[in-house]
């Protein structure tokens, strides 16, 4: 297995332009969710899924669209680049709901201008 | 989820055993002490997790606290690669809190030679 895998490994953004970062797992687990991660602090939720077709909003969604149209992918999508969105985000995944343990994937460091 | 309190740092000879201590005071009983780490620029990594009772597995050990307020997690041989950000978590492993994991700043451990 792959584990949870992340595209791009960077990225650098003028504001106002929009992109996709990509999550998939190979590990058919229901639950995935995207955090983000500040210089510094802690990673902060954005948004969740808990089965393909429903997500939901997590700690800091604003700015932030997902889609889950699959068990395996949960893209994130940034609408318009704002400064305030250069962080780290990281995809996580867990089997069933519990979230007993997350498997988080390597991160996608996102530079905006 | 119930609040945790982690010293912000520590440090640890190579070899030695890392007690890294967490305060849970407010935790409720369906509530569960989860902790993950992060080593520098990697997405979190679980290690272990418990309810009541001690847990052990081929990372750490867990000593959780009669009254659950407080647990530390014990690297019993630490090595220079487990330097990294130690996260303490408190969640609910069920019910509607659908695997969210509330990460705070964590306890940057740093084992040296």
């Known amino acids: 297995n792959a584990g949870v895998t992340q595209t791009p490994k960077f990225q650098v953004l003028k504001t106002g332009q929009s992109m996709t970062l990509q999550c998939a797992q190979d590990m058919n687990h229901e639950y995935m969710s995207w955090y983000r991660q500040d210089p510094g602090m802690g990673l902060r939720l954005i948004h969740y899924s808990v089965g393909a077709g429903i997500t939901d909003q997590g700690e800091v969604p604003n700015g932030y669209n997902v889609s889950r149209s699959t068990t395996e992918d949960f893209p994130l999508r940034l609408l318009s680049a704002a400064p305030s969105q250069t962080s780290v985000y990281f995809c996580?995944?867990?089997?069933?709901?519990?979230?007993?343990?997350?498997?988080f994937g390597p991160g996608t460091r996102l530079l905006v201008l | 989820d119930a609040k945790t309190t982690q010293p912000t740092s520590m440090d640890c000879a190579e070899g030695r055993a890392a007690n890294l201590p967490c305060n849970h005071s407010?935790?409720?009983?369906?509530?569960?002490v989860y902790w993950y780490r992060q080593i520098h620029s990697q997405g979190p990594q679980y290690i272990i997790h418990?309810?009541?009772n001690n847990e052990t597995n081929e990372m750490a050990s867990l000593i959780i606290t009669e009254d659950r307020k407080s647990s530390t997690l014990i690297l019993p041989h630490a090595k220079l690669r487990d330097t990294a950000v130690y996260y303490c978590i408190v969640r609910d492993a069920g019910g509607t809190s659908y695997g969210k994991l509330t990460f705070g700043q964590g306890t940057i451990l740093t084992v040296h030679p």
């Open positions: 418990g309810l009541k």
């Open positions: 407010t935790i409720s009983g369906n509530e569960y």
């Open positions: 996580a995944s867990t089997k069933g709901t519990s979230g007993q343990t997350q498997y």
